[in-house]
Nanobody, 117 residues
Framework: QVTVVESGGGPVQSGGSLRLACAAS????????MGWFREAPGKELEPVAR????????YYSDSAKGRFTIATDSAKRMVYLDMNDLKPEDTAIYYC??????????WGQGTQVTVSS
């Protein structure tokens, strides 16, 4: 069983920065593909960034490229999303995801990020 728990969201002004953290647990979690997704008001869930624990298989959405950085700390079982130059359109609930196939797909409860102009 894998669990993921997000933290670090909150209000921030446009142009500001936030670091989201995802604490992952489970005996096989380091075999999983770790990702951040977000769901903005009135919009569908969308991927933001993804990485493996060895920092391979890196992916960023177009909106995240150049502003967001995903990183892992396998010793601490932590996944981070550093977000810079935040914009009001980044306002969303951000979810951490651990994926190892359709039968092994785990989500956190989400953390709210609100960017004010």
């Amino acid at each position: 069983q894998v669990t993921v728990v997000e933290s670090g969201g909150g209000p921030v002004q446009s142009g500001g920065s936030l670091r989201l953290a995802c604490a992952a647990s489970g005996p096989t979690v380091t075999s999983y593909l770790m990702g951040w997704f977000r769901e903005a008001p009135g919009k569908e869930l969308e991927p933001v960034a993804r990485v493996r624990w060895d920092s391979t298989d890196l992916y960023y959405s177009d909106s995240a490229k150049g502003r967001f950085t995903i990183a892992t700390d396998s010793a601490k079982r932590m996944v981070y999303l550093d977000m810079n130059d935040l914009k009001p359109e980044d306002t969303a609930i951000y979810y951490c995801n651990a994926f190892y196939g359709p039968q092994n797909n785990y989500w956190g409860q989400g953390t709210q990020v609100t960017v004010s102009s």
